[in-house]
T-cell receptor, first 110, second 110 residues
Framework: DTAVSQTPKYLVTQMGNDKSIKCEQN?????MYWYKQDSKKFLKIMFS???????INETVPNRFSPKSPDKAHLNLHINSLELGDSAVYFC?????????FGPGTRLTVL | GEDVEQSLFLSVREGDSSVINCTYT??????LYWYKQEPGAGLQLLTY?????DMKQDQRLTVLLNKKDKHLSLRIADTQTGDSAIYFC??????????FGKGTRLHILP
């Protein structure tokens, strides 16, 4: 009964490919987020969705596009992958301020 | 497993110092972090400390680390109304995963 799940856990792909990371939460939360974790383990917010509406987009390249088919899902699609996209991507959901994070997806671009 | 504990609420008068405390369990953590979440926003990195340091000061912020007791604190001098937010303590575990506390809600009294 995982609260926030992400797939895949690991993703290794070639430069230039298009890939998606899926996120699902079964907590009934209204707000979901995507974060990118850099090499120093700093988490930087990429997107926030509240009831399927985008409410934050922190200067992320437009190769990254979040897609929310419903309140429980927020998927991250990345076009034309670049070496610098290699990182760990975390999905999270929140209610009343407490954030629940997924396990992370480690993306490696070769 | 790894755990990060912090008190859920703190009320401070404007102009006083705020001290938010945190305890963690993973002694192998490389970095320890403080994140701030303002209403309606995602987590933003406030400051961090490398595990071989005892103290780090950055303008109004002072981070103290007692590695023996696994205790981390964040002191905000001259607390302002704009400091009202949720403050998350976090550590990186031995698998490089970030473990967050539940957040301390800082309320500023006039």
């Amino acid at each position: 009964d995982t609260a926030v799940s992400q797939t895949p856990k690991y993703l290794v792909t070639q430069m230039g490919n298009d890939k998606s990371i899926k996120c699902e939460q079964n907590l009934g939360h209204d707000t979901m987020y995507w974060y990118k974790q850099d090499s120093k383990k700093f988490l930087k917010i990429m997107f926030s969705y509240n009831n399927k509406e985008l409410i934050i987009n922190e200067t992320v390249p437009n190769r990254f596009s979040p897609k929310s088919p419903d309140k429980a899902h927020l998927n991250l699609h990345i076009n034309s992958l670049e070496l610098g996209d290699s990182a760990v991507y975390f999905c999270a959901s929140s209610l009343m301020g407490e954030q629940f994070f997924g396990p992370g997806t480690r993306l490696t671009v070769l | 497993g790894e755990d990060v504990e912090q008190s859920l609420f703190l009320s401070v008068r404007e102009g006083d110092s705020s001290v938010i405390n945190c305890t963690y369990t993973d002694s192998s953590s490389t970095y320890l972090y403080w994140y701030k979440q303002e209403p309606g926003a995602g987590l933003q990195l406030l400051t961090y400390i490398f595990s071989n340091m005892d103290m780090k000061q950055d303008q109004r912020l002072t981070v103290l680390l007692n590695k023996k007791d696994k205790h981390l604190s964040l002191r905000i001098a001259d607390t302002q109304t704009g400091d009202s937010a949720i403050y998350f303590c976090a550590e990186s575990d031995r698998d490089d995963k970030i473990i967050f506390g539940k957040g301390t809600r800082l309320h500023i009294l006039p």
